[in-house]
């Protein structure tokens, strides 16, 4: 399995308070991307990360934000959280690999009150 | 407007029958297309791919199928067993993308004993 940890995996938070999400890769890996998991939607691309420092939005990225300072971390952050954002949040790494899979972590459950 | 579509939310088959799960999408530029397999409290796992250039990929199994014409997609498995019971995804990548995948809602495949 590839080696990605998300943190924390469950989290519980308030309307407007800031939220940060952590995706640690151990892969060495170019590409991280984060996803959200809603009912109907399946997964919904957030922002992405095509190196350190160099981001881009995905379908998905208001109220968002991402930083990528070292190739192992990829953070996100909910500067405002919102009942809206209260979802299952999955990073996802790629590179290396011809074939262009994404390997998941395992999920962060967020609930926005 | 999805550009991936699952339109069976669900699937209930037998042990040792054939499932065949569906995706249809809109994007001629779409040139990869991925099936993940998604277990609950766990992130996707990739199961299988093809490229646009093929009809037909096989692992084990998995089979899938690529019409284009059609623009129709198709992952057979054969015998199903009752570990298979999960939500599949399906997904596509565009060209020249940074391996960016837009994702279907998902069918939930439930493998009967």
């Known amino acids: 399995d590839a080696g990605i940890t998300q943190s924390p995996r469950h989290k519980v938070t308030e309307t407007g308070t800031p939220v940060t999400l952590r995706c640690h890769q151990t892969e060495n890996h170019r590409y991280m991307y984060w996803y959200r998991q809603d009912p109907g939607h399946g997964l919904r691309l957030i922002h992405y990360s095509y190196g350190v420092k160099d981001t881009d939005k995905g379908e998905v990225s208001d109220g968002y934000s991402v930083s990528r300072s070292k190739t192992e971390d990829f953070l996100l952050t909910l500067e405002s959280a919102t009942s809206s954002q209260t979802s299952v949040y999955f990073c996802a790494i790629s590179g290396g690999s011809p074939f262009n899979e994404q390997f998941f972590g395992p999920g962060t459950r967020l609930t926005v009150l | 407007d999805q550009q991936v579509k699952q339109n069976s939310p669900s699937l209930s088959v037998q042990e040792g029958r054939i499932s065949i799960l569906n995706c249809d999408y809109t994007?001629?530029?779409?040139?990869?297309f991925l099936w993940y397999k998604k277990y609950p409290a766990e992130g996707p796992t990739f199961l299988i791919s093809?490229?646009?250039?093929?009809d037909k990929n096989e692992d084990g199994r998995f089979t899938v199928f690529l019409n284009k014409s059609a623009k129709h997609l198709s992952l057979h498995i054969v015998p199903s067993q009752p570990g298979d019971s999960a939500v599949y995804f399906c997904?596509?990548?565009?060209?020249?993308?940074?391996?960016?995948?837009?994702f279907g809602s998902g069918t939930q495949l439930t493998v009967l004993p």
């Open positions: 093809i490229s646009s250039i093929k």
């Open positions: 994007n001629s530029m779409f040139d990869y």
């Open positions: 997904a596509a990548r565009m060209g020249g993308s940074a391996r960016q995948l837009t």
